[in-house]
Structure formats: C-alpha cells, structure tokens
C-alpha cells in the first residue's frame, strides 16, 4: 500500500523536525526532578514543573499513538494481501482514511515557525468605536475565543474585566495556559469589524462596530525585560464584578502604566493587591517585550511595504451578519458563510491559512 508507505516516512520526517524524542527525554528529566524530597518546597515551581510535564506528555503520546496505529495497519495491510483478502483491504482503506486525519492534526505544527509559539499568551480584547454596539461585539468576540479554548483544552483565566455600560465589555484581558497558545492565538491580533443590524436600535438600522484584539506570548522568567521602576505609575482598586458591584471591599485590584509608551495593564483577578501586581507586571513586560519585536519587525519589513500590525485601522477580519452572513480574512482571503459557527469557537481554518501564508513569506 503505496499510501501508507508514504504516510510513514512523512511522519517520521516530522516527528524528527519537531523532536518529539528530546520532548520525551524532556518530560522524564522534570519527572525526575518531582522525585526530589524538597520538590514541593517551592510550590508555584513544582506547579508550573508539573503541568509542564503533563503538557509533554500529552504532546508525545499523540505521536506514540498515531505511531503504534500506523504500525498496526501495516500488519492488516500485510494479512489482507497474505490472505488475499477482500473485507480486510476494505478495513485498511476505512483505517488509513481515519488515521490520515490523525495524520493531518498532527502535522499542522509543523506551521508553528516562531520563538514563542510553544507558549502560553494573554489575549486581550477592547471595544472600539460604535457605542454599545461595540462593546456587545467585544462580548461576543471574547465568547468566541473562550469556546475555541475549551475545545482546545486549554486552561483560560480572566485577569481584568470591565463591563460595559449597558451590554457586552468595554474590555477584557484572558490569561490563556497551554501548550501552543500563542501559535494559535498569534494571528488574532488586529482589528476584527462587525456588519449586523443593531440589536440596541428602535429603527433596526444597519451598524457596522470594531474590536481591537491583542495577543502576546507569556515570556519565560529569562526572558523578561527590565523594567525601571521610575517609567510606572501604579494605581489601586477595589476589584469589581458584573455591575459593578464590590467583589471586596479592599483596594486588591491593581493597573500600572508604562508612562513612556502608555502602555496600561490592570489585574483583579488575584486574592491579594501583592499578587495582582505581580501578574499585571507579567503581562506589561510581555507587551513591552512585543512592542519591541514589532518595532524590529517594520525596520526589517519597511523595504517590502506596510506591515500588518494590531492597531486601529489594520483591520484583518470582517463578520457579517445581515443581510447575508459571511466571515473574510482580508490577509489570506479566505472566508466562509457559517457565521454560527465562526461565533461558536470554529475559528482553526482562519488560522491555519494565516499560518501557512506566513510560513510562505
């Protein structure tokens, strides 16, 4: 089965780009470390220790699985032509079509090409101009990237969220955990337009709306940034719920400001102001670390002509609800009618024509 034999040397091929066999020593050299008597002395290293075990191992034993069913349809393949037998060539073609699409899953990272794309990001999610229209738009943006999360069986926290003054958010900011986040979530970034008659309008009239989204890689400590303590301007809050109602009573939540790039971020997700400090100061590194790969990006990309980033007026991707229904990609033009299902979470052919257009360039 000449297929088959192609499937095979194409996996191993992969499997070797993508080193799943040093992801696996990986996996047991932490598991090594979780033996050690003092291993849960530090208790948020043993956390993230462990859940960095738990990610490789999910990670290699795709690749095993799919290993072993290509193992177990060559052996049918060899009974069914021993035996020259019909109904069990009818069962490998019925397998090899199943395990094909195993196949092609797996072979998607293998678009993955960025520094940072193994990581876990923080999306960010803001109302732009068009009123109430504007923040409901961001309200259902964000239930859609929360629904592709839970299909992806990622791990999503809300950090800072600020409803909107009759419906939907003014903002919203996600810390998503997991392994490939930012390599998903990457090609979100930028302004996402919204064409539907108005739900919040007497006349039923026609308003087109826009949401700015922001995704950027969660940094490893070594990584991080330094700071001056001088550029900040920290702010505290009492951290609030829907309506505004208190969630405490003491002023637990946190916003800092990089006064020279105006770059803000705010956290009320945390139990203590201690911790939302540290978490909002997570994330404004990470931005900052962002804004200055962005700005080495267009020196490099300034000869080839503008370059697509996450600002007002790059819009990438326009929904339209009435009067026909239709979601288009406006850097790789692809688009599709199923607007309920773009909404509910179905957002992975938009990217993966993203990623390989990126990867062509």
């Known amino acids: 089965m000449k297929q088959l034999e192609d499937l095979r040397e194409r996996f191993l091929r992969i499997k070797e780009s993508l080193d799943i066999e040093g992801k696996r020593q990986e996996a047991q050299a932490e598991k090594n470390k979780m033996n050690w008597p003092d291993f849960w002395d530090d208790r948020e290293e043993a956390v993230r220790v462990s859940k960095k075990v738990e990610d490789l191992d999910k990670e290699v034993e795709k690749w095993s699985q799919v290993e072993q069913e290509i193992t177990d349809l060559e052996e049918l393949v060899a009974l069914a032509q021993e035996e020259n037998d019909s109904s069990l060539e009818d069962e490998a ?19 993955f090409s960025g520094e940072y794309d193994r990581n876990s990001a923080i999306i960010s999610i803001h109302a732009g101009t068009g009123g109430v229209d504007a923040q ?3 309200q259902l943006l ?26 939907g958010v003014k903002s919203v900011t996600i810390k998503v955990d997991g392994v490939w986040v930012f390599g998903y979530l990457r090609s979100e970034a930028g302004v996402h337009r919204l064409v539907r008659i108005s739900p919040f309008d007497a ?10 989204v922001e995704v950027v890689p969660e940094l490893p400590e070594e990584k991080e940034i330094e700071v001056k303590e001088d550029d900040l301007r920290i702010d505290t809050f009492g951290a609030s719920g829907p309506g505004g109602q208190s969630v405490n009573k003491t002023e637990s939540a ?3 400001v990089h006064v020279p790039t105006g770059i803000t971020v705010s956290c009320q997700n945390e139990k203590s102001q201690h911790q939302n400090k540290e978490t909002a100061m997570k994330i404004l590194k990470s931005k900052l670390h962002a804004k200055q790969e962005q700005e080495k990006e267009k020196e490099k990309e300034e000869a080839k002509g503008e370059v697509q980033t ?3 007026g790059k819009q990438i991707r326009s929904y339209v609800f009435q009067p026909h229904t239709m979601v288009k990609d406006h850097r790789t033009d692809y688009e599709t009618s199923d607007v ?17 257009k990126d990867l062509e360039e």
């Open 254 to 256: 946190v916003r800092i």
């Open 310 to 312: 996450a600002e007002w």
């Open 340 to 356: 309920d299902g773009v909404m509910d979470g179905e957002i992975e052919p938009f990217i993966e024509s993203y990623l390989k």
């Open 203 to 212: 006349e039923g009239m026609r308003h087109t709306s826009f949401a700015l």
């Open 136 to 138: 409901d738009w961001a």
């Open 93 to 111: 073609h019925k397998k090899f079509r199943e395990l094909y699409k195993k196949f092609r899953e797996l072979e998607f990272y293998t678009l």
């Open 142 to 167: 964000e239930r859609m990237y929360l629904r592709f999360i839970e299909k992806k069986g990622w791990q999503p926290t809300i950090l800072d969220r600020v409803p909107g003054n009759e419906a």
